[in-house]
């Protein structure tokens, strides 16, 4: 069973930057994709950034340009960096996770996740 932890939530000014880390309790994340979602009040879980196994990325166009995924496979870890943050951007992030996800399936989507992490709280405020 894969534990996802979430952490480098907080309350920053708008503008400002944040980095989430996803530390992962497994020995081979290299073929994992992991995905970063997040979920505001009252809204849908959406798809924010997901990075494969093989490196490739995404970006949901709200996003795009702002914030950057990357993988530590050596300390199990994967992070979001998030700069020049708006308020809109304030809701939970969850981080999620499945192996070997194959080409032919979106890493956009909820639905393609065994594993989720408990979620981290990012608030964008003057």
């Known amino acids: 069973q894969l534990q996802l932890v979430e952490s480098g939530g907080g309350l920053v000014q708008p503008g400002g930057s944040l980095r989430l880390s996803c530390a992962a309790s497994?020995?081979?994340?290299?073929?994992?994709?992991i995905g970063w979602f997040r979920q505001a009040p009252g809204k849908e879980r959406e798809g924010v950034s997901c990075i494969r196994s093989s490196g490739s990325t995404y970006y949901a166009a709200s996003v795009e340009g702002r914030f950057t995924i990357s993988r530590d496979n050596a300390k199990n870890t994967v992070y979001l960096q998030m700069n020049s943050l708006k308020p809109e951007d304030t809701a939970t992030y969850y981080c999620?996770?499945?192996?070997?996800?194959?080409?032919?399936?979106?890493?956009?989507?909820?639905?393609?996740?065994?594993?989720w992490g408990q979620g981290t709280q990012v608030t964008v405020s003057s």
């Open positions: 497994a020995f081979t994340l290299e073929i994992y994709t």
């Open positions: 999620a996770a499945v192996p070997r996800l194959s080409a032919l399936w979106s890493c956009r989507s909820t639905s393609a996740y065994t594993y």
